[in-house]
Each structure stands twice: as C-alpha cells, then as structure tokens.
C-alpha cells in the first residue's frame, strides 16, 4: 500500500503592489535569477543577468525599501495592541532602535492602509503626519499627481503654512541648546533622513501623541 501524497502547490505571484513573493532556496527571494545571492551586507549579481532582469530586480527592491518602514511600524503598532506586557522586550531582542520603530509606528497609526498612498513614500506621509487628516489627504493627492519628491512637498508645506492661510504666523520658539545636544539632534535627523525641524517636530509630536494619547499610554504603561 502506497502512502497517500499531498502535494502542495507553492504561491507563485510575483511581486503587485503590496505582494511580496515567498522566499527561494537558501532564503534567496524568488524575484532575483537563480545565481543571484543575497547577505546582509550585499547583493551578489551574476555577469550574464541581462538588463531586463536587472531592472525587474531594481523595482522590487525598491518596492521592499519603500515597504519596510510601513512594515515595522505596522508589526509595532500590533506588538502593542496584543502584547502590551511583552513587545517593548521583543523589541530590544532586536537590532532595531525603538525610538526610531516608535515614530514609525507613530506615523503608520496616523495613516490607515486605505489613505496611505503607494505611489509616495513615507517619507512623504511623515512629512504630513502632524497636520490633520483632510490636510494629509490634499497635500499627499497633489504630491502623487504633480510627481513631487519629499523635499518639494516639504517646501509646498511650508510656503502654504506662511503666506497661504492668510493667518499669523506662529511664534518662533527660542530654545539655548548646547553644542554637543546640538550635534547629536542633527545626527539623529540626519538618520532619519530629515532636516532638524522636521526631525524635532516629529519626535515631539510623537512624545505628544504619547502622552495625550490612551492607546499609547495603555500600551507603554504595562512593561
């Protein structure tokens, strides 16, 4: 009597949008040709790939990067919600900083899956992260149809918050900061791929959200 086999179809989809393919041999993912490796510190690309396979490698590594920070704000906002006691101890089982990891999450609980736009970045989401959530809307449905980068939408931010409301300005805050408090604020928004007062409002608007918010105090009060 012969054993019964199941056989198991493997998903073979490529990478649409949000769709990420399984893994090949060895952890390679499947978009990348057979002799193509990956580590942690490169990527290992034959001579004979040609140039269509090089440009459909690009566009899916481009997808990932644009996902990944997405994703772990995503992954940390669901440690909070179901592991309240227990997440802030997987994180630093990582490698991952969790100021950094909590400003993501900050941005991802900002902006659910249906008004995230996967034609921008989240640099680009970040940057409209404070303002509310109709302004998020219009600023990031010019960004996507005029093709703006990060740094123009930042640019069309500011002007509009100057000169287009019509309103005052907002008072200009005079903090005396040290040389070296300094520095390590502007390697920190250099990190983080932010000019200093976009990085600082970010990081206080975070620390804000965290202590008006329930959900975050619920969530952090538990370790």
Same mark, same amino acid.
């Given at each position: 009597?012969?054993? &019964? @086999?199941?056989?198991?179809?493997?998903?073979?989809? =490529?990478?649409?949008?949000?769709?990420?393919? =399984? &893994?090949?041999?060895?952890? #390679?993912?499947?978009?990348?040709?057979? /002799?193509? #490796?990956?580590?942690?510190?490169g990527?290992?690309?034959?001579? !004979?790939?040609?140039? !269509?396979?090089? #440009?459909?490698?690009?566009n899916?590594?481009?997808?990932?990067?644009?996902?990944s920070?997405?994703?772990?704000?995503?992954?940390?906002?669901?440690?909070?919600?179901?592991y309240?006691?227990?997440?802030? $101890?997987?994180?630093?089982?990582? /490698?991952?900083?969790?100021?950094t990891?909590?400003?993501?999450?900050?941005?991802?609980?900002?902006?659910?899956?249906?008004? #995230? &736009?996967?034609?921008?970045?989240?640099?680009? &989401?970040?940057?409209?992260?404070?303002?509310?959530?109709?302004?998020?809307?219009?600023?990031?449905?010019?960004?996507?149809?005029c093709? *703006?980068? @990060? %740094?123009?939408? @930042?640019?069309?931010? $500011?002007?509009?918050k %100057?000169?287009?409301?019509g309103?005052?300005?907002?008072?200009?805050?005079? +903090?005396?900061?040290?040389?070296?408090?300094?520095?390590?604020?502007?390697?920190?928004?250099?990190?983080?791929?932010?000019?200093?007062?976009? *990085? +600082?409002?970010?990081?206080?608007? /975070?620390?804000?959200?965290?202590?008006?918010? =329930?959900?975050? !105090?619920?969530? !952090?009060?538990?370790?």
């Amino acid at each position: 009597m012969h054993a &019964h @086999r199941t056989t198991v179809t493997e998903d073979r989809r =490529p990478i649409n949008g949000n769709n990420v393919e =399984p &893994h090949g041999d060895r952890g #390679r993912p499947k978009f990348l040709p057979p /002799s193509t #490796r990956t580590k942690q510190t490169g990527l290992i690309i034959p001579g !004979d790939v040609s140039v !269509d396979e090089w #440009r459909e490698i690009g566009n899916h590594i481009i997808v990932i990067a644009n996902s990944s920070a997405w994703w772990l704000g995503d992954w940390l906002i669901y440690g909070q919600d179901h592991y309240p006691d227990r997440y802030k $101890r997987a994180v630093e089982e990582t /490698s991952l900083d969790y100021q950094t990891l909590r400003n993501y999450a900050w941005i991802a609980r900002r902006y659910p899956l249906h008004r #995230r &736009h996967a034609k921008l970045s989240f640099q680009h &989401h970040a940057e409209l992260a404070s303002l509310p959530d109709d302004q998020q809307d219009e600023w990031l449905s010019r960004a996507e149809k005029c093709g *703006w980068s @990060r %740094n123009v939408l @930042r640019t069309k931010v $500011r002007a509009a918050k %100057n000169v287009g409301n019509g309103t005052e300005k907002a008072p200009k805050l005079n +903090m005396r900061v040290a040389p070296e408090q300094r520095r390590r604020w502007q390697e920190a928004a250099a990190a983080a791929d932010q000019d200093l007062l976009s *990085w +600082m409002m970010l990081v206080l608007d /975070s620390a804000a959200s965290s202590t008006l918010d =329930p959900a975050w !105090d619920d969530a !952090d009060g538990n370790d």
